[in-house]
């Protein structure tokens, strides 16, 4: 009798329910909700408004009656959007590709090493995020026009390396991938060391196959702020030879007048490729999150 009650007990504890109410835990809750909703709102109705027609977004209404799907095709061909968006994609990927190779090269530098005055430089580094970019737009478009240093070619206004050079040193990526490369076991590098590699090939071989996660991370951060520039292209740019996607999405805004619309399609068609990117690569995002910038 003793043993079946003790199973009961058993029983009975195994099966209370693990969640417990609780005031502090309803109001989380509660204000997560209320966050996902104000940060989805904008984009529900960005999405919504271009299926519509240009006389339900001047009545505001919340869900088109029929979708349009030629207003996509209208924004693309009206806003010249072709033009704009090769040249995001070449802006883009120049950048990232820059990019990566002078992050790298620092961020293996200063994770493995040796060298004097390493901290101090590393320090320093780290201080120029704390400049906001406002201060530092005038002297570089001051070097970009040629004012302060010969450029080869003379000013690179209305040019590809206006657009690219400025962003090719990034030092949130650099310290994001010195983080992690700092935790890699010093017994690899002694083994390669037996093995008769330098540091070049230790970085190739070794080092970044084991980084695919905060390099997929510095990708994704470095895509984005590339592909969403908006202010520096505008100011370096007076040509549409080389103005980016927001650069045309902005200059359809105030062609498109009260097309809300086909503003709203443009916008949509400026953001695809961020989300496809986010799509494809969460896991590694998520991973070089959880994994970088908490060890050093």
Known sequence: MANQMENTGVKRTVQEPAFRFSVGRALMY????????????????????????????????????VPQIKNYIDAWEQ????????????????????????????????????FFGRNVIFGILLATMMIPESVTMIPNFLMI?????????????????????????NAFSIFLLRQFFITIPNDLWDAARMDGAGHLRFLIQI???????????????????SWNAFLWPLLVTTKDTWRPLMVGLWNFQSEAGPETHLLMAGAVIAVIPILILYFLTQKQFTEGIATTGLKG
Do not use: C, Q
């Open 30 to 65: 509660l204000f997560l909700i209320l966050g996902i909703v104000l940060a989805a709102l904008p984009f529900f109705y960005m999405v919504s408004t271009s299926f519509m027609t240009l006389g339900e977004t001047i009545n505001r209404k919340w869900l088109p009656a």
């Open 79 to 114: 806003a010249r959007f072709e033009r704009y968006f090769v040249n995001s994609v070449i802006i883009t990927f120049t950048t990232l590709l820059g990019l990566l190779t002078t992050s790298i090269l620092a961020a293996y530098a200063f994770g493995r090493i040796h």
């Open 145 to 169: 026009r040629g004012d302060i240093l010969p450029l080869p070619g003379g000013s690179w206004l209305n040019k590809l390396p206006a657009l690219t050079v400025p962003f090719m040193a």
């Open 207 to 225: 080092v970044l196959p084991l980084s695919k996660a905060p390099v997929m991370t510095v990708i994704i951060f470095s895509f984005i702020g």
